[in-house]
Every structure is written in structure tokens, then in C-alpha cells.
């Protein structure tokens, strides 16, 4: 019973979503939450053009993919020697990773901002993949160490005995492993990127780079609001969002509970 109230919670505002989605603006106007008589996609078009969703897709995918390669590769390569080495500067280092994760971004934009600004970052792919990977960081430090410590060392120390480098060992034979953590980390980082405001509104000006949150937030006016733009530009924007995680979630669990339990 429990259960099946839970499900109708998560499920009723996406529902609620798309069915004010497909419904003609005047029949929202006079009954917003009644049983629709009429279903159009004339609301998903007009948003689809107002937001110039296929601009801001592609930089929203960019910013994305950018700072998940980013991401996985600094943080398992900072991971890898945290788990291995058993020396009290490796501890403290990774307790400064951990203390990082829990400061609020809000925190962090000033000192970005002036740091990009100095690089020459600003208003560009580069400078919002970089606040986001450095941002993120200290999670994906969190998530590989965890994994690593979990891993048989025998492992490596059979492939060393195969004439492996340590860089070779860890590309060839520990990070193929990686993959449900991984993924796990793919899927936080794709809603934390994906749905974030604050840095692309913070770093960006160029409309042309703007993301599809970004442009989805455009649609709100200062006085009014109109359910017939809203909630379709909401629906396109979280769309992507559900092919990733249909992707990811046979992956998700397994990432999960791998490396929750110290061995």
C-alpha cells in the first residue's frame, strides 16, 4: 500500500505534466486540473520554437558530455592512488576531496567567476565544462575510492608480474571495471548538469549557447505564467533526461551497493 501511494507521487506530476501538455490553452484557462476534452501538440510546437530547443539542446549536450569526460577521468586517476597508497597524506587528501563536496555552490560562483574571468573563460563551453568538473570533482573522488577499495589488489599485482606499467594496469585491467560505478556517477552528474541554472546563467551571455533549462526559464515572464508554454518546455527539457537514465539503470543499483561496504 505503502508502496503504491509512493509511485502515485512520483508518477501523478509527470502525468499532470504531460497531459496539460497536450491540452488546447483555453481548456487549461477554464479548468486547470479537470479531465481534458481535446488534446493538441500545438503547445509542444510553440515551445519547441520559443525556447530554440535544438540550439539549446546542443549546448546543454556539450557542456554534459564534456564535463562527464572530465569528471571520470580526473576523478578515477585521483581515486586510483587514494584507495592504493596507505600513507596519512593520503588520508588527509581525501578528506579535503570529501570537504569539498560540502560546500554549496553558491559559495564557489564568486571565486569561479573571477577565475574564468582571468582565464578568459567566460561565455564559453570550455569555462562552464571546467566550473562543472571542478564543482564535481570531489563526488567522483567519493565514488572511485569507494569502488577501488573493493577491487582485489591480486589484480594488479598479477598484471605487473606481466611486464603492466601502473598507467597501463589502470586503463587496461581497473577501469573497465569501473563501469557500474560509472554509471552511477554518469547518471548524478547527468541531472545535477542537466537541470542546473545557476552556471550557465552565471558564466553565459551568448544566446547561443544557452542551455535547455536555461531557455525553458526564459518562458517564465515577471507577471505572468502560462501553463500552456510552461509545462511543455518543462516536458522537452526533461526528456533527454529519461533516454539517459533508461539507458543507465540496469547499471545504477549495482553501482550503488559495489563499494558501499568496506571490505
Do not use: C, H
Not at 542546473?196 to 505572468?224: C, E, H, R, W
Amino acid at each position: 500500500m505503502i508502496l503504491a501511494i509512493a509511485v502515485v507521487l512520483i508518477i501523478a506530476p509527470f502525468a499532470y505534466t504531460l497531459v496539460t501538455s497536450l491540452r488546447p490553452a483555453s481548456d487549461v484557462i477554464n479548468d486547470p486540473l479537470g479531465w481534458p476534452t481535446s488534446l493538441t501538440l500545438d503547445n509542444i510546437v510553440n515551445a519547441y520554437e520559443k525556447m530554440n530547443y535544438t540550439q539549446g539542446l546542443l549546448s546543454s549536450t556539450i557542456m554534459l558530455v564534456g564535463t562527464l569526460f572530465l569528471t571520470i577521468v580526473a576523478g578515477s586517476l585521483a581515486a586510483y592512488p587514494l584507495a592504493r597508497i596507505s600513507r596519512s597524506w593520503t588520508t588527509w587528501v581525501y578528506r579535503v576531496f570529501i570537504a569539498g563536496s560540502t560546500i554549496p555552490i553558491f559559495v564557489l560562483i564568486a571565486p569561479l567567476y573571477l577565475l574564468l574571468r582571468d582565464a578568459g573563460l567566460l561565455n564559453s563551453y570550455a569555462g562552464v565544462i571546467l566550473a562543472y568538473t571542478a564543482i564535481n570533482l570531489p563526488v567522483a573522488i567519493f565514488f572511485y575510492t569507494s569502488f577501488f577499495r573493493q577491487i582485489p589488489i591480486e589484480l594488479e599485482e598479477a598484471a605487473a608480474i606481466d611486464g603492466s606499467g601502473p598507467v597501463r594496469t589502470f586503463f587496461v585491467v581497473l577501469f573497465p571495471l569501473l563501469r557500474p560505478v560509472t554509471a552511477t556517477l554518469a547518471t548524478f552528474l547527468t541531472l545535477s548538469v542537466w537541470n542546473d541554472l545557476i552556471v550557465p546563467l552565471v558564466f553565459v551571455q551568448d544566446p547561443s549557447l544557452k542551455t535547455v533549462m536555461v531557455n525553458a526559464y526564459s518562458l517564465v515572464g515577471s507577471y505572468t505564467l502560462d501553463p500552456s508554454l510552461l509545462f511543455p518546455a518543462a516536458l522537452l527539457g526533461v526528456a533527454p533526461l529519461l533516454i539517459v537514465f533508461a539507458f543507465l539503470q540496469r547499471y545504477i543499483v549495482s553501482g550503488l551497493t559495489m563499494g558501499a561496504v568496506k571490505s
